[in-house]
Each structure stands twice: as structure tokens, then as C-alpha cells.
């Protein structure tokens, strides 16, 4: 997801093993990477429905699994607060 404005990356969506979050599963997901502040990464990440940051920076990134744990609603709210963070 490039800012189509400049080079930041507001997140990446990527196909990982549940493995790589910590499952125990070696079942391929679909997952979305996402930055936020330390605090709200820090506050949110609940290795439920949010880890920490896949392939990324785990201060300042978080990753969700896009199977329906997290309703589409709360996801664009997450790409937003993630695409305020590359202004």
C-alpha cells in the first residue's frame, strides 16, 4: 500500500505461514502489515487479532490476519491511522 503521493509505505499486504505470527500452523493466511505510534502498537498488540509487525519494524508495525476477525470497518480505520502516519 505505497502513499501514491511520495515514497512512504502506509502497509503491505503479504501470504505468510501462521507460523511466522507465532501459530501453530503451517496454514498459509493472508495478512495486512500496518505502523502506528509505539504506544498504540504496544497497546494493541493481543497475539489474537493483532501481532506484532510481520517483516517489519515490530516498534512501529502491527499485523492483522485478513480472515474476518477483524470486521472490515475496524481494518479501514487501521489503513487510515496507518496512512496518517507517512504525512
Same mark, same amino acid.
Given at each position: 500500500?505505497?502513499?501514491?503521493?511520495?515514497?512512504?509505505?502506509?502497509?503491505?499486504?503479504?501470504?505468510?505461514?501462521?507460523?511466522?505470527?507465532?501459530?501453530?500452523?503451517?496454514?498459509?493466511?493472508? %495478512? !495486512? #502489515?500496518?505502523?502506528? &505510534?509505539?504506544?498504540?502498537?504496544? /497497546?494493541? *498488540? =493481543?497475539?489474537?487479532?493483532?501481532?506484532?509487525?510481520?517483516?517489519?519494524?515490530?516498534?512501529?508495525?502491527?499485523?492483522? %490476519? !485478513? #480472515?474476518?476477525?477483524? &470486521?472490515?470497518?475496524?481494518?479501514? /480505520?487501521? *489503513? =487510515?491511522?496507518?496512512?496518517?502516519?507517512?504525512?
Amino acid at each position: 500500500l505505497p502513499d501514491v503521493q511520495g515514497d512512504a509505505i502506509t502497509g503491505a499486504m503479504l501470504s505468510v505461514s501462521k507460523r511466522k505470527l507465532g501459530i501453530s500452523s503451517d496454514e498459509i493466511v493472508e %495478512i !495486512l #502489515d500496518l505502523r502506528n &505510534s509505539f504506544e498504540k502498537v504496544e /497497546k494493541i *498488540i =493481543d497475539h489474537k487479532k493483532y501481532y506484532p509487525g510481520w517483516h517489519m519494524n515490530k516498534k512501529y508495525w502491527y499485523t492483522i %490476519i !485478513l #480472515d474476518g476477525s477483524i &470486521s472490515l470497518k475496524d481494518i479501514y /480505520k487501521c *489503513i =487510515d491511522e496507518s496512512y496518517q502516519m507517512t504525512k
